[in-house]
Nanobody, 130 residues
Framework: EVILEESGGGSVQAGGSLRLSCTSS?????????LGWYRQAPGNECELVSS???????AYADSVKGRFTVSHDNAKRTVYLEMNNLKLQDTGVYYC???????????????????????WGQGTQVTISS
């Protein structure tokens, strides 16, 4: 089992920055896991924002390209999501998930943690104000 814990969320004004962290623990090797960041605003679908494979290949949703950067520190078993030039529409609860990259759907029409793939963290709230 993989246990994930997100941190770093908060409230910032539009144009600001935040860095989210997701730390992994548990029996499954962090080195073998692909990691994804999803977000969900109230009433919206669970949306894939970014992903990083165990060997460092990254991908981003079009809505965050050029603004968000995903990275990982294997020694710390942590994946980061650096978010710059934040916009109102970036507001939501951000979750990290561990699974094979092939399981990461672009969006899920249910609450993120109730998705039928991966191991999910508890989420961290990001609120962007004007």
């Amino acid at each position: 089992e993989v246990i994930l814990e997100e941190s770093g969320g908060g409230s910032v004004q539009a144009g600001g920055s935040l860095r989210l962290s997701c730390t992994s623990s548990g029996a499954t090797s962090f080195y073998d896991s692909d990691l994804g960041w999803y977000r969900q605003a109230p009433g919206n679908e669970c949306e894939l924002v970014s992903s990083i494979t165990s060997d460092g290949v990254t991908a981003y949703a079009d809505s965050v390209k050029g603004r968000f950067t995903v990275s990982h520190d294997n020694a710390k078993r942590t994946v980061y999501l650096e978010m710059n030039n934040l916009k109102l529409q970036d507001t939501g609860v951000y979750y990290c998930v561990a699974d094979d990259i092939s399981e990461f759907l672009p969006s899920v029409n249910r609450l993120c943690p109730e998705s039928d793939f991966g191991y999910w963290g508890q989420g961290t709230q990001v609120t962007i104000s004007s």
